[in-house]
């Protein structure tokens, strides 16, 4: 079964300081996407950045990017400049024939 | 801009009444998903719908049916609500089953 890993179950930033949230999943799969999702306090799940197993390079989104490790099964979002605005839950999500999503990290950004 | 709407943002039922859970997608998407959310447990799938008239049963089915009559609605049932079903409950949809879903706002639901 797919198992998604997040080991951080709060995070704290510095605004405008930049801060990295894990996850690791477990697939048997060659080829599946991975996600990460913002959830804020509004409730509303939002997609962050979607990156493909095939692609090699990491995907990246204005401020938002991931260190995808392929053998380790990681799949890390770096968060840069970090804005008041980026506080929420993020929950990483594997997707090959169905969706499993993490326990998810709770961002605080302090001001 | 695909939207997801549900029908309710906040529910209170009490322990036994049969509870409807609606979700309209707007973006003629396939695949229909209901999960629900509770703290330290991420989302769990409950069923998810490829087609219309056609569901599968996710990871915790129990105590849940769901209907699809119409491709853009997906409902799910509590055919007599429990107190362990208070929760949160997200209804998303996909246009393919392994790619980014979209979601609702979510029906915070709480059975006394």
């Known amino acids: 079964a797919q198992t998604v890993t997040q080991s951080q179950p709060e995070m704290s930033v510095q605004e405008a300081e930049t801060v990295t949230l894990s996850c690791t999943y477990d697939?048997?799969?060659?080829?599946?996407?991975l996600f990460w999702y913002k959830q804020p306090p509004s409730r509303q799940m939002i997609l962050v950045i979607r990156q493909e197993a095939y692609k090699q390079q990491n995907a990246t989104e204005n401020r938002f990017s991931v260190n995808f490790q392929k053998a380790a099964k990681s799949f890390s979002l770096k968060i840069s400049d970090s804005q008041l605005g980026d506080a929420a839950m993020y929950f990483c999500a594997e997707g090959e024939k169905d969706m499993r999503f993490g326990a998810g990290t709770r961002l605080t950004v302090k001001p | 801009d695909v939207k997801v709407t549900q029908s309710s943002r906040y529910l209170v039922k009490r322990t036994g009444e049969k509870v409807f859970l609606e979700c309209v997608q707007d973006?003629?998407?396939?695949?229909m998903f209901w999960y629900r959310q509770d703290p330290g447990l991420g989302l769990r799938l409950i069923y998810f719908s490829y087609d219309v008239k056609m569901k599968e049963k996710g990871d915790i089915p129990e105590g849940y049916s769901v209907s699809r009559e119409k491709k853009e609605r997906f409902s799910l049932i509590l055919e007599s609500a429990s107190t362990n079903q208070t929760s949160m409950y997200l209804c998303a949809s996909s246009l393919l089953r392994q790619h980014e879903q979209y979601f609702g706002p979510g029906t915070r639901l709480t059975v006394t």
């Open positions: 973006m003629d998407h396939e695949n």
């Open positions: 697939t048997s799969e060659s080829d599946y996407y």
